[in-house]
């Protein structure tokens, strides 16, 4: 690992060492640990991650603040820097080196075990990182660290460091990632319009702006496509139960065999986050494809029974679908179409169905999408991309059309020309 000074940091040609490790437990009491380079416990880490779990915080969640705090640990090692000595100065060129600096090439665990083996080429055929794709529009993953990313670590970092000087732990004086110094000394809101929302105070200073974009959904036509690019009835079937219930892609793989209630055309899945068990209404055709995925599924002997999951993987031996196989199902489709749709979307097509069906009251969308906040549900009240593309090309035909239209005559056909000409002299024809 590097050995340099803070003065000396060469973050133009810095390299994030592939050291550490954020590990998986089947112990619900730790579900992830960061081990350093020897394989030592990171103790600040886990009591964090310990205070979270107490505070009724999901595994996934936990996962996600352990990848943050293994990046920001790897640039602490690298510059040899203990990370309760850490200072603003080397939050801001972490912060820096996370906006201008490319992100690391992940070797696959298959070439991590041959030493010296090189991280397989990218092929030529794919798109370049970050262009739009011709058919979605949507740009593909780059090469940069998108600004949600860097938001999300910046905010993770920040609290984790406000958690160890509040608990006053080991020699730790400062925060590197301070607050933005444009709020002041001040009392936060204490001017506030009451009629105006509150304006969010707690920004970090190396925090960046996220754009916000509008949930992209699948047009009816495209969507045709990739349920015609499907393999399986079991893809089928997910598909069309993902599009009716607007579930989230991990939600629907919890759903056991007796959730699947044909009669009552509802599904139950477990939601993330709260952990509640609820209830979905689904379409009819998703109940047909199910049934036609379980007649050929018991036919091979796939599993059956009240605690067996509702979907398995479709080779010997089986086991439970989880979200890597139904994401690998899925980006199979999409090779085949030349698109780059994610499972997600699925959630913000059967999303902007029901929120733009005049007989479906909005609170009840915001039932069945789980939201917090009516404002979240009110996102798809507004118009997609697609459908705004297609409003405007309208536009313009209307106007073509126009302009090809023949002209009205300049006399109405009711008038007596010999009339008009003794009142204005001789009209040409």
Known sequence: MQQLGRSEKDLKNFVLPDVGQLLETSDPWEPYRLVDPAGGLVGPVAVYLRDLLAADTPATTLRSYGNDLLRWWRFLWAYDIPWDRAVSEDGRDFMLWMKLADKPIRVHWRHRSKPGAMPPVASTDRPAPGTPNPITGKRTPSTKYAASTRAHCETVLRTFYGFHLDASSGSLLVNPFPLDRRRGRGRANAHH????????????RYRPTVPKRAPRRIPDDKYAEVFAALRSDRDRALLAFWTSTAARAEELLTARQPDAKPSQQLIGVIRKGTGDYQLLPASPDAFVWLRLYQEAAWSKDVPRGGGEPLWWTLRRPWRALNYPAARAMFNRANSVLGT??????????AAYRMANDPMMNLAYVQHILAHRRLTTTELYTKPSEDQVIAAGLAHHARQEAKKQAPQPALIAPDYNPESLSVLFGSIPA
């Not at 319009?193 to 970090?204: A, D, H, L």
Request: hydrophobic share 20%; no cysteine; net charge positive.
């Open 193 to 204: 319009n009451p009629e105006k929302p509150f304006q969010p105070t707690r920004s970090g």
């Open 340 to 349: 780059n749709w994610t499972l997600h979307d699925l959630r913000h097509t």
